[in-house]
């Protein structure tokens, strides 16, 4: 993915490689009115909402073909003709319809809006007459089709410059930027199409260098190269055991729920460990997943003492305060990957530097699971929670923790020390629901123990969880999720095996 920043240093090496500025914008601009075309009856009525910028260029180039194409096009220029410059001032030498420095007063008569008045370079809150523009564009029915972005969302964070216009669709350039998949943007752009505007590959290499460390939309490309395949050789001990620490009597359904999807997503063994007065309970629920009594942090230094135990998950249902910080400190120090969600994290609110401390005393690697609620809980007092967009707060996260952090949320944010990063577009709103969590934490558990990287794990476990919600639908509770492996998995294999994936996919 790019980053705003990035545009003008792929604009600069498309230029340097011989294409001309107004080549890119003219494909860019053709683009758009294709779109446009799909979106209007014959001889509709479309609204070219032009700013100062390159952005404005491109509305001018769409509204010039629309116009060429009998389409009926009034465009407004928000500013001077006389303060267009470059690319843009170009673009509007070549309209030679009328520019209009004010909406018109009939708005119910047009069919389309297309909004071109700030897109990169958006760079201050709106207000004035941008805002009254879009504000009586927002107030219509009119369907509205926004340049690169909606106007008023900021490209890099999502977030909204005093007020933006929604969009049923969004026309973006080359790649996609990271307000397509980071809310409120997301939401705010309808149906995101990417397309290629004559940047050659030199030029897109330049763009995603000046975007580094890598934004990746999640997916299979990212990972699937990781992706644990089964050999004749293999067997359960091959595919890792996974623990999975349970809460007390009447609070164990979380950690059987996550213990379910670290099994069903392809660990070889999984052991719920049980305090002894929860034993009968959680014996009652399990049949392939095994159970150990473990009562305090010794009983868990001697379930560890079993080498091939190679992660364990600790959260789901274990109740907040110095029990679950005892036992952190002793799964820590065995070394081994731990996945960290739900009351692990709240256990260590306001002391995210302890339990970095804690996790790199152990030295093995660790995948950490907060939802916004626990982000801001563990991270209180650090300079973490100091703005930013929520992928930058991510990776702050992470390299604070030297861990893997997944910010969960419609829009979830995966993030490595290293400032790798991933944001997942492929879920659904119905994975909204109790439980839904603890399933992912045990995806995440799962697929450790079978040797993925974490990065990649956690991208893939998101992935697969999303996947899952997108294929029930509605009626989906947590209890369905590891239930819904076989078919997902199934699924993957048939696009992995189609398309042979690479890690160096952006
Ligand atoms: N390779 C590509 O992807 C290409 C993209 N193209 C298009 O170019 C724009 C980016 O163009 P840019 O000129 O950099 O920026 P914008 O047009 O988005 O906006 C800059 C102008 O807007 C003014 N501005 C910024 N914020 C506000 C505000 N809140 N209120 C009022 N005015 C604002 C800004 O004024 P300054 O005073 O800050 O200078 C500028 O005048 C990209 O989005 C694509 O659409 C190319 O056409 C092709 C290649
Ligand atoms: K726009």
């Known amino acids: 993915m790019l980053s705003t920043g990035a545009v003008a240093c792929l604009d600069a090496a498309a230029i340097a490689g011989g294409i001309l500025g107004i080549a890119l914008m003219e494909a860019a601009g053709a683009a758009v009115a294709t779109r446009a075309k799909a979106l209007l009856p014959a001889n509709g009525a479309v609204l ?8 404005g260029g491109d509305g001018f180039v769409a509204a010039r073909l629309l116009a060429a194409a009998e389409y009926r096009v009034a465009l407004v220029l928000l500013g001077e003709r006389s303060a267009l410059n470059g690319d843009a001032a170009l673009a509007a030498q070549a309209w030679t319809g009328a520019i209009l420095s004010t909406i018109p007063s009939d708005l119910t008569r047009f069919d389309l809006a297309i909004d071109a008045l700030f897109g990169a370079g958006l760079s201050r809150d709106i207000d004035g007459d941008a805002r009254a523009m879009i504000e009586a564009v927002a107030a219509t029915r009119m369907a509205v089709l926004a340049v690169d972005v909606p106007s008023g969302v900021d490209g890099d964070s999502g977030s909204v410059r005093g007020v933006a216009l929604p969009a049923v669709e969004t026309i973006t350039f080359v790649g996609l930027k ?11 752009c309808g149906r995101v199409e990417v397309v290629q505007i004559g940047a050659g590959p030199d030029a897109i290499a330049a763009g995603l260098e000046a975007s580094l460390p890598p934004l990746h939309k999640n997916g299979p490309d990212l ?35 996550a213990a379910r999807g670290a099994l069903r997503v392809g660990a070889g063994l999984v052991t719920v460990a049980s305090p002894a007065g929860a034993l009968a309970e959680n014996a009652a629920h399990l049949t392939a997943i095994m159970l150990r009594r473990c009562e305090d942090p010794d009983d868990l230094d001697d379930l ?82 100091r703005g930013g967009s929520k992928v930058d707060r991510a990776r702050a996260a992470a390299a604070l923790m030297k861990a893997v ?8 944010v995966i993030a490595h ?18 439980g839904s969590g603890d399933v992912l934490g045990g995806f995440i558990a799962g697929l450790l123990a079978q040797g993925m990287p974490p990065f990649e794990a956690a991208c893939t476990a998101v992935w697969l969880h999303g996947d899952a919600g997108l294929r029930h639908g509605p009626g989906l509770i947590a209890e369905d999720l590891p239930e819904l492996m076989p078919a997902v998995l199934s699924g993957l294999a048939e696009r992995l095996s189609a398309a042979p994936p690479t890690l160096a996919h952006r």
């Open 417 to 434: 020390p290293d400032g790798r990063a991933a944001i997942n577009a492929h879920g659904s709103p119905y994975l909204g629901t109790a």
């Open 223 to 257: 990972w699937g190269a990781a992706f644990p395949r089964l050999t004749g050789a293999s067997h359960k001990y091959t595919r890792g055991h996974a623990v999975v620490l349970s809460g007390p009597a009447t609070r164990t359904g979380a950690a059987r729920l």
């Open 178 to 188: 990271p307000a397509h998949l980071l809310e409120p943007g997301r939401g705010l």
């Open 48 to 55: 070219a909402l032009c700013g100062p910028g390159n952005n």
């Open 304 to 385: 560890l003492a079993d080498e091939r135990l190679n992660v364990i998950l600790l959260g789901p249902g274990l109740g907040v305060g110095e029990p679950t910080r005892d036992r952190i400190g002793v799964a820590a120090s065995a070394g081994r990957s731990l996945v960290l969600d739900a009351d692990a994290l709240t256990s260590f609110a306001g002391e995210a530097k302890h339990l970095a401390g804690l996790l790199a005393d152990g030295g093995g690697e660790a995948v950490l699971t907060p939802h916004a609620g626990e982000f801001a809980r563990l991270f209180d007092g650090t300079s973490v929670l």
């Open 405 to 412: 952090v997944v910010f969960k949320g419609s829009d979830t």
